[in-house]
């Protein structure tokens, strides 16, 4: 009984810490513009809308923080392994990690940038000086708490996955979650916030996404703000009940059957969550329907 109430109590601390973790991850990831957006912010001079968007898609985000908190994960290990406190091992982990991925921002937003010089896309050095750092901070946040998460479940949970397997495991759901969730916030609320709700983007819109804000052009720290509104959130309620239900399957499930218990467990968790996506999905389109153009007086 003892060791099912501790695995609660860590089970609901990962939960809190995978929460926290989503919303840095997808506001870091919407600062840098690294989701599936981006394409438009590469586009976006080709078709003569010059912009001041941080440009640095590296890569996809779940491979992308697959490598931050594996990498992370790997260092923290191997302090351990040398008898460093577990928490200075984390933080040297997370740190080089965070070095990391501002190493392959900065190139990243050059290189890419670099590639439009032709259609007249500047680098500008004041964005690569501001943005680079706040996207390096939010990643700190996301690959801390997510290699802290990794080690509770390591040591306390006793997992069978050493540090840097668990790494890989966490880290690319961590990036999964935020580009599933967070993703759209990013492109059809604020890239095309110009565009009619639910009306899509029209192929002769490509590209032309918002460059100008309240007060002179839009910078990529302004959609750090909205991100952090909504899309951050809920990739963080997302990633954080991944998280959760995943362990709390596991520790009060696992003892039943010789595992198949928690198997069982999980297959119910994602039929209810199938269910309650498809009532409401219908209830949505019925109660709004497809879009339709406004109608215009004769």
Same mark, same amino acid.
């Given at each position: 009984?003892?060791?099912?109430? #501790?695995? #609660?109590?860590?089970?609901?601390?990962?939960?809190?810490?995978?929460?926290?973790?989503?919303?840095?991850?997808?506001?870091?990831?919407?600062?840098?513009?690294?989701?599936?957006?981006?394409?438009?912010?590469?586009?976006?001079?080709?078709?003569?809308?010059?912009?001041? #968007?941080?440009?640095?898609?590296?890569?996809?985000?779940?491979?992308?923080?697959?490598?931050?908190?594996?990498?992370?994960?790997?260092?923290?290990?191997?302090?351990?392994?040398?008898?460093?406190?577990?928490?200075?091992?984390?933080?040297?982990?997370?740190?080089?990690?965070?070095?990391?991925?501002?190493?392959?921002?900065?190139?990243?937003?050059?290189?890419?940038?670099?590639?439009?010089?032709?259609?007249?896309?500047?680098?500008?050095?004041?964005?690569?000086?501001?943005?680079?750092?706040?996207?390096?901070?939010?990643?700190?946040?996301?690959?801390?708490?997510?290699?802290?998460?990794?080690?509770?479940?390591?040591?306390?949970?006793?997992?069978?996955?050493?540090?840097?397997?668990?790494?890989?495991?966490?880290?690319?759901?961590?990036?999964?979650?935020?580009?599933?969730?967070?993703?759209?916030?990013?492109?059809?609320?604020?890239?095309?916030?110009?565009?009619?709700?639910?009306?899509?983007?029209?192929?002769?819109?490509?590209?032309?996404?918002?460059?100008?804000?309240?007060?002179?052009?839009?910078?990529? #720290?302004?959609?750090?703000?909205?991100?952090?509104?909504?899309?951050?959130?809920?990739?963080?309620?997302?990633?954080?009940?991944?998280?959760?239900?995943?362990?709390?399957?596991?520790?009060?499930?696992?003892?039943?059957?010789?595992?198949?218990?928690?198997?069982?467990?999980?297959?119910?968790?994602?039929?209810?969550?199938?269910?309650?996506?498809?009532?409401?999905?219908?209830?949505?389109?019925?109660?709004?329907?497809?879009?339709?153009?406004?109608?215009?007086?004769?």
């Amino acid at each position: 009984m003892q060791e099912i109430i #501790i695995g #609660i109590g860590v089970t609901a601390l990962a939960g809190a810490l995978a929460a926290v973790a989503g919303a840095a991850e997808d506001t870091e990831s919407n600062i840098g513009s690294q989701g599936d957006p981006n394409s438009q912010v590469q586009l976006a001079p080709q078709m003569g809308y010059t912009h001041r #968007i941080y440009n640095k898609a590296v890569s996809g985000e779940p491979p992308a923080y697959t490598l931050w908190v594996t990498l992370a994960c790997g260092v923290a290990w191997a302090f351990i392994m040398m008898n460093v406190n577990a928490v200075l091992a984390i933080i040297f982990g997370t740190v080089l990690a965070t070095f990391v991925q501002g190493i392959y921002a900065t190139t990243a937003y050059l290189g890419r940038t670099a590639s439009l010089s032709k259609f007249g896309q500047p680098v500008f050095i004041d964005v690569l000086k501001s943005v680079t750092t706040v996207t390096m901070g939010h990643a700190f946040v996301a690959i801390f708490t997510t290699v802290t998460a990794c080690y509770l479940m390591s040591t306390v949970l006793h997992h069978p996955f050493a540090l840097p397997l668990l790494g890989v495991v966490w880290g690319l759901a961590l990036g999964a979650a935020g580009s599933a969730t967070g993703n759209p916030y990013y492109g059809k609320e604020r890239q095309y916030q110009n565009q009619k709700f639910g009306a899509g983007v029209p192929i002769s819109a490509s590209g032309n996404i918002v460059r100008y804000a309240e007060a002179g052009q839009r910078s990529s #720290i302004d959609n750090g703000f909205f991100t952090a509104k909504l899309g951050g959130p809920a990739s963080g309620l997302c990633f954080g009940l991944i998280v959760f239900f995943e362990l709390w399957r596991t520790v009060l499930f696992e003892p039943i059957a010789n595992g198949w218990g928690a198997v069982v467990a999980g297959v119910v968790i994602i039929l209810i969550f199938m269910i309650i996506d498809r009532y409401v999905e219908v209830w949505a389109r019925k109660n709004y329907g497809p879009y339709t153009a406004a109608a215009t007086e004769a």
